[in-house]
């Protein structure tokens, strides 16, 4: 049976050998991004639920009540040393995961509401990517439409950063 396309599981006989090694890497590192994924979301869920502040708490409080029995040892507080260190150290990864993913889903939602806008300004669009010094900037041309809006006396007034300014009583364009 003759094949019309490419499939994504058999090779092309017109790619170079590299190609291919390329290619199986990209689809191994995306799966491993997609199992990544799929596990920090259910592990902050999680995390960050009731019942898993409940269990910590009970386990602090165990600990606490076992020190007696271990005479309050160097071992004894080791234990909850070494525990609560290396559950940190995972838990930056998979909370900084979670974050990005939120991150952007947040930037893509705001970017839909700024492109579907017909005053809002496009150039905000993608303003996640800009430098300190432009996003100081930018703020700085907000605090200019804010204080238009309270001058004006008229908060229900829309302004723009496309909109020109205005030039003091008796200068001339």
Not at 40 to 57: D, L, V
Request: net charge negative.
């Amino acid at each position: 049976m003759p094949t019309t396309g490419y499939s994504v599981n058999e090779p092309s006989s017109k790619e170079a050998p590299s190609d291919l090694s390329n290619r199986d890497a990209g689809i191994k590192h995306q799966k491993l991004h997609v199992i990544f994924n799929r596990i920090a979301t259910w592990i902050t869920h999680k995390t960050g639920s009731p019942a898993a502040f409940i269990i910590a708490a009970v386990l602090v409080i165990i600990w606490g009540a076992c020190g007696p029995i271990f005479h309050f040892s160097d071992t004894w507080q080791l234990v909850i040393n070494t525990s609560t260190t290396i559950i940190t150290f995972l838990m930056v990864f998979i909370i900084q995961q979670s974050q990005n993913k939120d991150t952007s889903a947040i930037h893509l939602k705001l970017n839909e509401l700024i492109a579907s806008a017909k005053s809002a300004s496009n150039r905000l669009i993608d303003s996640e990517d800009l430098t300190d010094e432009e996003l100081i900037l930018l703020k700085k041309f907000y605090v200019k439409l804010s204080e238009k809006s309270r001058k004006n006396n008229d908060l229900h007034t829309s302004h723009s950063l496309d909109e020109p300014e205005e030039k003091p009583a008796g200068e001339e364009a």
